[in-house]
């Protein structure tokens, strides 16, 4: 297949420095970049950083004669495959939302005829504001694919919605609408997918969790999405966007995250990569718990419903594939091994998360993929979203038609 064309135009933004990741990591996944920097985006980035990276020249000026004569606005547009823009400002949106057409950047947006992806990336203010909320709704009315944003700690400060969304997840979203149509092998299969971790409630301020970002479980499911599936993605609480192109419930408890899975059901594919706390505080406390009043007393657990092993012995409506995910200090394979037969699942993914791993939280694992009937593979470190790529290849090899 012929290497598919991205039109990155980078704006204003200090997330700009995150398209950098996002050349690199597209070009080693087969995507060939051209690039626009808008004059508030050279401030942030160099011309010479992202020609460097996308090994193509950098287009900057509607009115330079020699990019004109080169590379018209109208063909840079129309001889890509997607337009990306990244980080999307909230002028650049508004521009966009408004036809305006007054440098390369917006001129080029109006004149495309090709699907346009934003990564919109601002201050948690500008991005709830009133004028913000109707140039995304505007947008979203005209067919604009949107990816993020995340809520988390900004660069300026605040927290809040606003954080451009990775580049792991920005390149699943270029996937998932690039993915052409011949080449969806789980085209009319059913998945359902879990994520992240869960919050298991001690009174209505605390809870027990762990350290799970959600990424694995996130790029799983759109890397099924982009092979075609119809997926669910049950995700525990996360600072992701919510991927494009499924269907997403979010949960807190891991008794909440089994009664969203159940209502996904009938499903064909389950991959179960949340990290499901073990246990629960028998009884959440309904009011706050108080220092003065509470002896620090032993926390009561109670086990928590095992949501694979249900999935893998399910009565009736057990899924066609059931795949796990065993995460072990020790004994990696035997232990995984054992994982897999008590749980009733077909495959289980091991990876170790020792100290130092950097598995849990990371943008990278380390993974063996665990079959009963092929030998154990063992991938080197990749990126979440390659481990995803890879194991929809698995899935669909073994379901696609
Ligand atoms: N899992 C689940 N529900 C639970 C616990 C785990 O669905 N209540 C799933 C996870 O999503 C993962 C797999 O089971 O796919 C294994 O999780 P892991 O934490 O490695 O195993 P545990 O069941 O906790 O077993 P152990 O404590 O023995 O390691």
Same mark, same amino acid.
């Given at each position: 297949?012929d290497?598919?064309?991205?039109?990155?135009?980078?704006?204003?933004?200090?997330?700009?420095? $995150?398209?950098?990741?996002?050349?690199?990591?597209?070009?080693?996944?087969?995507? %060939?970049?051209?690039?626009?920097?808008?004059?508030?985006?050279?401030?942030?980035?160099?011309?010479l %950083? /992202?020609?460097?990276?996308?090994?193509?020249r @950098?287009?900057?000026?509607?009115?330079?004669?020699?990019?004109?004569?080169?590379?018209?606005?109208? +063909?840079?547009? +129309?001889?890509?495959?997607? /337009?990306?823009?990244a980080?999307?400002?909230?002028?650049?949106?508004?521009?966009?939302?408004?036809?305006?057409?007054?440098?390369?950047?917006?001129?080029?947006?109006?004149?495309?005829?090709?699907?346009?992806?934003?990564?919109p990336?601002?201050?948690?203010?500008?991005?709830?504001?009133?004028?913000?909320?109707?140039n @995304?709704?505007?947008?979203?009315?005209d067919?604009?694919?949107?990816?993020?944003?995340?809520?988390?700690?900004?660069?300026?400060?605040?927290?809040?919605?606003?954080?451009?969304?990775e580049?792991?997840?920005?390149?699943?979203?270029?996937?998932?609408? #690039?993915?052409? %149509?011949g080449?969806?092998?789980?085209?009319?299969?059913?998945?359902?997918?879990?994520?992240?971790p869960?919050?298991?409630?001690?009174?209505?301020?605390?809870?027990?969790?762990?350290?799970?970002?959600?990424?694995?479980g996130?790029?799983?499911?759109?890397?099924?999405?982009?092979?075609?599936?119809?997926?669910? #993605?049950?995700?525990?609480?996360?600072?992701?966007?919510?991927?494009?192109?499924?269907? !997403?419930?979010?949960?807190?408890?891991?008794?909440?995250?089994?009664?969203?899975v159940?209502?996904? #059901?009938?499903?064909?594919?389950? !991959?179960?990569?949340?990290? !499901?706390?073990?246990?629960?505080?028998?009884?959440?406390?309904?009011?706050?718990?108080?220092?003065?009043?509470h002896?620090?007393?032993?926390?009561?657990?109670?086990?928590?419903p095992?949501?694979?092993?249900g999935?893998?012995?399910?009565?009736?409506?057990?899924?066609?594939? @059931?795949?796990?995910? %065993?995460?072990?200090?020790?004994?990696?394979?035997?232990?995984?091994?054992?994982? *897999?037969e008590?749980?009733?699942?077909?495959w289980?993914?091991?990876?170790? /998360?020792?100290?130092?791993?950097? @598995?849990?939280?990371?943008?990278?694992? +380390? /993974?063996?993929? *665990?079959r009963?009937?092929?030998p154990?593979?063992?991938?080197p470190?990749l990126? $979440?979203?390659?481990?995803?790529?890879?194991?929809?290849?698995?899935?669909?090899?073994?379901?696609?038609?």
């Amino acid at each position: 297949m012929d290497a598919k064309r991205i039109l990155l135009v980078i704006g204003g933004g200090i997330a700009a420095y $995150k398209t950098l990741e996002l050349i690199r990591r597209g070009r080693e996944r087969g995507l %060939a970049f051209r690039t626009i920097l808008t004059r508030a985006g050279a401030e942030f980035v160099t011309p010479l %950083a /992202v020609s460097s990276l996308a090994e193509s020249r @950098v287009y900057s000026d509607l009115f330079s004669l020699t990019d004109e004569a080169e590379m018209g606005h109208i +063909r840079l547009s +129309r001889e890509a495959d997607l /337009v990306v823009v990244a980080p999307a400002t909230a002028d650049l949106m508004a521009k966009m939302a408004q036809g305006h057409a007054d440098d390369l950047a917006s001129t080029t947006l109006l004149a495309t005829d090709k699907p346009v992806l934003v990564a919109p990336a601002m201050n948690p203010m500008m991005w709830q504001h009133k004028a913000t909320r109707r140039n @995304v709704a505007t947008l979203r009315a005209d067919g604009i694919h949107f990816v993020g944003p995340a809520s988390g700690d900004m660069a300026c400060g605040e927290v809040g919605s606003g954080r451009m969304a990775e580049p792991a997840e920005i390149l699943a979203a270029i996937q998932a609408i #690039l993915a052409p %149509a011949g080449g969806r092998p789980l085209a009319g299969r059913r998945a359902i997918v879990t994520s992240g971790p869960t919050h298991e409630a001690i009174d209505p301020v605390r809870y027990i969790a762990n350290r799970s970002s959600g990424r694995q479980g996130h790029a799983i499911a759109a890397a099924l999405a982009a092979a075609g599936a119809e997926v669910t #993605l049950v995700s525990g609480p996360v600072s992701l966007p919510d991927p494009p192109g499924m269907t !997403v419930r979010r949960v807190e408890s891991a008794r909440a995250m089994q009664e969203a899975v159940e209502a996904a #059901l009938p499903a064909d594919i389950a !991959v179960c990569a949340a990290a !499901v706390a073990d246990w629960r505080p028998a009884m959440a406390a309904e009011a706050k718990l108080k220092k003065g009043s509470h002896q620090p007393a032993a926390l009561e657990l109670v086990e928590n419903p095992d949501i694979l092993k249900g999935l893998g012995h399910h009565p009736r409506m057990r899924p066609e594939l @059931v795949v796990g995910f %065993a995460a072990e200090t020790d004994d990696l394979l035997a232990n995984a091994g054992a994982k *897999l037969e008590r749980k009733g699942c077909d495959w289980i993914l091991a990876n170790d /998360v020792g100290a130092g791993s950097g @598995v849990f939280g990371g943008a990278r694992n +380390r /993974v063996h993929l *665990l079959r009963p009937d092929a030998p154990v593979e063992t991938w080197p470190e990749l990126d $979440k979203a390659e481990v995803a790529t890879r194991l929809v290849a698995r899935i669909a090899e073994r379901l696609g038609r």
